[in-house]
């Protein structure tokens, strides 16, 4: 397991850019063909995520992709991160995951917990899209392929999922599409609890909404009647541009604007700090991160030359340390060790053992002779 998590990370970047070639020379989208194996369980190793995450405060990073022990846990801050080997449902596995910013720690954690986002407009059916900037939560997986989740939309009643590949996602957030209501358009807003989505005009139904709140409704634009259907798009967090019945909606009087564009919120990271007098530093040269302080504890991951890191404490050879963003913290009553001396940090000095106090006993000062006594003299 250990030779397969570290093989993975080595070729997170090189096998992305590789099956990206790939995908391209045979007309796929970026994914390269040997990884589209039908047996293969979740994302396989060339399918990586990255970007600063925001991540739930205290997700737990493990050692082992079931099972195993804690490592650490994040702390809500914005996070440099890269993940793989996303498994089929992430419910019942975790992500293999490397923290970036020079300080590398290494392990697998719930992927739905880090939020994500679209790259570009994620389509969910011909006529539907999770518009990008969105955030969407990755709920499983495919060789070469992720399925994204979006419920951040007040309007609708059900999440939206898509099926895309790998590259379409990132942990940063763009930004977000802007949306120009069409010229001579007229406002249409339903009036049932579910929306068929058509092709066209008597066509085929391609999606169904759910609306969130059937008396305030969902606003659509529309541009085109013909034979009792309208022509409609719209955008807030996710895409419309389909075909819809006018006995779904009401029309608005011309001019009458309702106003529900929205655009993505944008989540606000969880601020960590130390105190000012806790000591930093920039690692002089590369460093590995261990689990414990000594050689026989699990090298966990490893700091890069040039990192800035907070300095804690120095014991018989080794320090213990923390990333400057404070993105990860030990779990429990651990701590992240690195050798001192790789740091270029001395051990301190030994005390010098304190003075023995002294023994109740009789004193040490010899008695003083009497003074002679004065004797009258005859």
Known sequence: ????????????ACLATVAA???????GEGVASAQQDPAQDGSGP???????AIVNQETQIFSEATGGTVLAQFTGAKTPLKATLFPKDTSAGRALINTAGGFRLEGYTNARAIQAFGVRDLAVSNHL??????PVTIIGSSPGKLLVQHSGTYRLSRPLEAWVSCEMVSFDQGPAPLYEVPREARGYVTTKSTLDLYDDAKGNVVNTLYIAN????????GTQVRAGYVHVTWRSTFYVDAWIKTSDVRALPRGEMVDQVLRPPRSQPEQVRLTESVRTMRTPKAATLFFGRGDTHPVIGSIEADTEIYVLETVIGWTTVLPKGLFVLPHGNRAFWVKADGLGIASPAPKPPDPKPAQPGPSATPPQPKPPENKPTK
């Open 1 to 12: 397991m250990e030779h397969k998590k570290r093989a993975a990370i080595i070729g997170m």
């Open 21 to 27: 070639i790939a995908g391209i020379i045979t007309g």
């Open 46 to 52: 060339a399918c990586v995520v990255s970007g600063d």
């Open 129 to 134: 899209w999770i518009s990008a900037a969105a």
């Open 214 to 221: 059937q008396e305030e409704g969902l606003l659509l634009w």
